[in-house]
């Protein structure tokens, strides 16, 4: 069974940094793209950021270019995604998920909250 | 990128039909069969119920079906059941080599 388990949110002061781990098991992690995708509080879905298996490829929201890193280590099975000049409006829970742009994101991890304020 | 558009609610009695629409353009949903759809219940993970316009992951009841005309997507669920209350999003691959999401969809069965 693909499980996907995040880890790493927390309450984090604005234009702090934050890194989120996603720990995969039951797939072999380096044949699969890996995605971040968020969610701020009562409000619609948003991609991050996508990685390929290999790592080489990164693809991001124009909008979070610059302040956020995705990378994996394919000898832990884990997936990252450092946050840098955080801001409140960057408050949401972060899901990570199997799969590449093009053929739909599945499955997905349970989230961790990530909150920007003083 | 601007959001897909689609409607901010949808409803349907047991066992009518429904479809969400999603609306792009010609650098998104109209130019690639890599339009997604998923399903969110309150307080859950997505769950992705078709993937290339039209394509059900293993365990999706038939059910769920997909379609794409233009810059338009659309989810449809037929048969519809109590449990298929929730948020329903779209997604597409777009010509800039990113993702855009829909703004979602609550689907009340009354």
């Known amino acids: 069974e693909v499980q996907l388990l995040e880890s790493g949110g927390g309450l984090v002061q604005p234009g702090g940094s934050l890194r989120l781990s996603c720990a995969a098991s039951?797939?072999?992690?380096?044949?699969?793209?890996m995605t971040w995708v968020r969610q701020a509080p009562g409000k619609g879905l948003q991609w991050v950021s996508t990685?390929?298996?290999?790592?080489?490829?990164?693809y991001y929201a124009d909008s979070l270019k610059g302040r956020f890193t995705i990378s994996r280590d394919n000898s832990r099975d884990t997936l990252y995604l450092q946050m840098n000049s955080l801001r409140a409006e960057d408050t949401a829970v972060y899901y990570c998920?199997?799969?590449?742009?093009?053929?739909?994101?599945?499955?997905w991890g349970q989230g961790t909250l990530v909150t920007v304020s003083s | 990128q601007s959001a897909l558009t689609q409607p901010a609610s949808v409803s349907g009695s047991p066992g009518q039909s429904i479809t969400i629409s999603c609306t792009g353009s010609?650098?998104?949903?109209?130019?690639?069969?890599?339009v997604s759809w998923y399903q969110q219940h309150p307080g859950k993970a997505p769950k992705l119920v078709i993937y290339?316009?039209?394509n059900r992951p293993s365990g999706v009841p038939d059910r769920f079906s997909g379609s794409k005309s233009g810059n338009t997507a659309s989810l449809t669920i037929s048969g519809l059941q109590a449990e298929d209350e929730a948020d329903y999003y779209c997604?597409?691959?777009?010509?800039?080599?990113?993702?855009?999401f829909g703004g979602g969809a609550k689907l009340t069965v009354l």
């Open positions: 998920a199997q799969g590449p742009m093009t053929r739909g994101f599945d499955p």
């Open positions: 039951g797939f072999t992690f380096t044949s699969y793209a």
């Open positions: 990685i390929t298996g290999s790592g080489v490829g990164t």
């Open positions: 010609s650098s998104d949903v109209g130019g690639y069969n890599y």
């Open positions: 290339e316009v039209n």
């Open positions: 997604s597409t691959y777009t010509s800039s080599s990113t993702v855009i």
